[in-house]
C-alpha cells in the first residue's frame, strides 16, 4: 500500500519533469519554496517521532487501532512531503531524466521506471518481512525513536538553514 502511494505521487511527477516541468525546478525561488516547506515539515515530523520517544508506554499494537487507516494514503502522505524526495527529483532526478529523453526513447524510460517501481515495492516488502521476525523491547525502541527524531529534526533546521541564511537548496 505504502508503495503504491509513492508510485501515486512519483510517476506524475516524473512524466511532468520529462514534459516541461524540469525548467520550472530551476527556478531558484521553486527551489527556496520548496526547501523552506521541506524543512518546516521535517522540523514537525521530527517533533512527532520525538513525543512517540517520550510518550509510548507499549509496544503491542494489538489492540490499538492504525493512526492512518489507508497505507495508500499514508504512503501518499509520506512521499508528497518529503523534502529529500522532492529534492532529489528537483535536482539528480530531473537533470537524469532530461538527459535520458535526449538520449534514449519516452517508451524506454517507461520501462525504466517500471523497473524502479518495482525496486521501491521489493525494498518495502524485504524491510517489512525483516521488521516481522525481529523482537525488540520498549527501552531500545525508544532509544531508535529518539535518536531518528533528532536526525529527522536536524535535518530540517539544517535545509531551512541553507534556505533561509545560505539561499542555497
Do not use: C
Request: hydrophobic share 60%; no cysteine; glycine share 8%.
Amino acid at each position: 500500500g505504502i508503495a503504491a502511494g509513492h508510485t501515486i505521487i512519483e510517476f506524475p511527477l516524473v512524466l511532468a519533469i520529462a514534459f516541461g516541468l524540469g525548467a520550472f525546478f530551476q527556478i531558484n525561488v521553486v527551489k527556496m519554496l520548496l526547501g523552506a516547506v521541506g524543512g518546516i515539515f521535517l522540523i514537525f515530523f521530527g517533533s512527532l517521532t520525538l513525543k512517540d520517544a517520550l510518550y509510548i508506554r507499549t509496544l503491542n499494537t494489538s489492540n490499538n487501532k492504525l493512526r492512518y487507516s489507508s497505507s495508500i494514503l499514508t504512503g501518499i502522505f509520506l512521499t508528497a512531503f518529503n523534502p529529500y524526495f522532492i529534492a532529489w527529483w528537483i535536482s539528480v532526478g530531473t537533470a537524469l531524466l532530461l538527459e535520458a529523453v535526449a538520449v534514449v526513447t519516452l517508451s524506454i524510460i517507461v520501462v525504466f521506471y517500471i523497473a524502479h517501481v518495482w525496486l521501491d515495492y521489493f525494498w518495502l516488502i524485504l524491510m517489512s518481512k525483516v521488521g516481522s521476525f525481529s523482537k525488540i523491547d520498549l527501552k531500545l525502541y525508544k532509544i531508535i525513536l529518539l535518536i531518528l527524531s533528532i536526525m529527522i529534526f536536524y535535518f530540517g533546521v539544517e535545509l531551512l538553514y541553507k534556505v533561509i541564511v545560505l539561499q542555497t537548496v
